[in-house]
């Protein structure tokens, strides 16, 4: 398809390729706002851009717009395809941009237009009788739009600025063919199936109260789920040579400012008052880490020095972005540092890398990898970025892991390799990053004795595998869609007597699972069979055993798997082996 592009010039695409997706929603972003503008005149247009897997666009409507509107746009987006308009391109001046504006009543594109330089040239497209200032790119004409949906109705503060007016936000997607559109509802619909806000509340992992907006509750089963990954994180680390650390979650402001957080991290930190002077809650656990680091003289023998710690982090995340265990204000940070030499950078980066693919692998995910560099909000010369940058490209070429640059998202202290780990509907998810830093060492004045046996100044690596465990956890919930592997299930097998009469023998079994190491529970309720079965399956509980006359005769149970229904009937003993062999535990 052809695109329209900034300078008018025109660009041969393809939708797999990123500008062309982007062009051709970011089109169906004005033809959605040309609809909105036809039905409802007297509607103001915010911005609409593209976004991963569709667009939005933000209003300001006079009335309550929602969900129930979506039929009488969609038709008239449909009608604009069919006029099949051509977006037309042209450049103006600043001032005569500023009457255009003027003339159509659009304040917001007004406010973008008067923070540009007085030369500059504005951009416009042009379709039909809709206008809009926009740097595009566009696809040519709007019948190239086929296939589209209203998805979503939110509010968004104008220039995400909670002091600014609330607009009303419509979500939509769009795709070059009708297939593909239902190929991604569908996905959609899976992903609804597998919300970790519903499952979690449906086995009762953890819940989210209004006493505590993004601070989660675990409940028991949720609990044995955390402390299931905490305990493997524990063991694969000890494996590795960490040595885990706890810090305070408080400390004061001299600290942060040492570190550069107070500087560059503040609006996202809880702050308190203690005997007249400033303190606040980590949002990190590195600073805590440099202390621990310089309590007593290092030497170059002492490294590579990894030091690890699971640590409760605070911040202070608006409410609007808040999303279950995906995004919150308090969470466990699976937190490590490395120092080292500048000869061993390349090695612990490879080393740390190794160990993420390790856990993703064993969690059945697949991942790619983004290098983050230098943004503009950074400390720091430029000779130690361009060595930080390097060693990780370096540490990145030797592995022959692929990535791709991503410019200026670095941390303000140094680049980062971001692992982005896909689930098993194909969504991707930020979570492992390795980021090297020259700076946080030389604030804290850190120092070692090298070989030579002068002071010298360590090389750190920030680096964290699961990102946070709630986060992690949330993913597991969606990609596992609660019915989680028997070692991560938080109860492995449920044993269901058909009445009280054998409670005694259910109890025996019971016992004698729990003494192996398993996760069992017994159903003693005094409902039937078929219900208790129901409830099991319903629970996501991987193995059910079955208890009745019979089985009591022969000393045995019926089995019944998750998916595969009905197993039989078993010896005890028997089931133990099937529980052993299947129970994957990567320890």
């Not at 104008?158 to 007016?165: A, F, H, L, S, V």
């Not at 199936?193 to 907006?213: C, I, S």
């Not at 991942?367 to 060595?387: A, C, F, K």
């Amino acid at each position: 398809m052809k695109i329209t592009m900034k300078d008018g010039s025109m660009r041969e695409v393809g939708f797999h390729e990123e500008a062309g997706r982007n062009a051709f929603r970011h089109t169906a972003a004005h033809i959605l706002a040309q609809a909105v503008r036809r039905l409802y005149p007297d509607t103001k247009c915010a911005i609409g851009p593209a976004v991963a897997d569709g667009f939005y666009y933000d209003f300001d409507f006079g009335f309550r717009f929602s969900e129930e509107n979506f039929a009488q746009v969609e038709a008239e987006m449909r009608k604009i395809v069919k006029e099949n308009l051509q977006l037309k391109h042209f450049t103006t001046d600043r001032k005569k941009a500023l009457e255009i504006l003027e003339e159509r009543k659009e304040p917001y594109k007004i406010e973008m237009l008067k923070e540009l330089p007085e030369d500059a040239e504005i951009s416009f497209f042009k379709q039909g009788e809709y206008l809009e200032m926009c740097a595009g790119p566009h696809v040519t004409y709007t019948s190239a739009i086929k296939s589209f949906k209203l998805l979503s109705v939110a509010g968004a503060y104008w220039r995400g600025d909670e002091k600014n007016k609330m607009l009303t936000r419509i979500y939509g997607t769009a795709f070059p063919e009708e297939g593909m559109l239902e190929e991604y509802l569908n996905r959609l619909e899976e992903a609804r199936k597998r919300d970790h806000r519903k499952l979690g509340k449906e086995l009762g992992l953890f819940t989210l109260l209004e006493e505590g907006p993004g601070f989660p509750f675990f409940l028991p089963k949720g609990l044995i789920l955390k402390n299931l990954l905490i305990d493997y994180w524990r063991k694969i680390h000890a494996r590795e040579g960490y040595v885990e650390i706890s810090t305070p979650i408080m400390l004061n402001r001299r600290l942060w400012e040492t570190s550069g957080h107070w500087e560059h991290y503040r609006d996202k930190m809880y702050t308190t008052v203690i005997d007249g002077a400033d303190f606040a809650i980590k949002p990190m656990s590195c600073p805590g880490g440099m202390l621990v680091y310089k309590m007593e003289p290092r030497s170059w023998r002492d490294f590579p020095m990894r030091i690890s710690e699971l640590g409760l982090i605070h911040r202070n995340e608006k409410s609007g972005t808040l999303h279950g265990l995906m995004r919150v204000r308090c969470c466990t940070q699976d937190d490590a540092h490395i120092f080292m030499t500048p000869e061993q950078i390349q090695d612990e980066i490879k080393g740390v890398a190794r160990l993420i693919d390790q856990v993703y692998s064993d969690f059945g995910f697949k991942y790619h990898v983004e290098l983050s560099t230098r943004p503009e909000n950074s400390i720091g010369s430029d000779e130690d970025w361009e060595m930080a940058t390097n060693g990780l490209k370096s540490a990145l070429d030797d592995l022959k892991l692929p990535y791709v640059v991503n410019e200026g998202d670095g941390a303000f202290y140094g680049p980062k390799i971001d692992f982005h780990l896909e689930d098993s509907i194909g969504r991707t998810w930020q979570c492992g990053t390795i980021q090297l830093d020259f700076q946080l060492p030389l604030r804290f004045q850190a120092e070692y004795i090298g070989e030579d046996g002068r002071k010298h100044r360590p090389v750190m690596i920030h680096r964290v595998v699961f990102g946070s465990i709630e986060r992690f956890l949330g993913i597991l919930i969606e990609h596992y869609a609660g019915k989680f592997p028997l070692w991560l299930s938080p109860v492995q097998v449920k044993i269901l007597p058909i009445s009280d009469k054998y409670l005694g023998y259910a109890k025996e079994i019971e016992s004698f699972l729990q003494k192996e190491g398993f996760r069992c529970e017994v159903d003693r309720r005094t409902e039937k069979i078929g219900y208790k079965i129901r409830a099991a399956q319903l629970e996501k509980v991987p193995y059910m055993l079955i208890i009745g006359e019979k089985e009591v005769k022969a000393g045995c149970v019926s089995v019944r798997e998750r998916e595969q229904g009905d197993l039989g009937s078993m010896m005890v003993e028997e089931m133990l082996g099937i529980l052993h062999g299947e129970e994957g535990y990567m320890f």
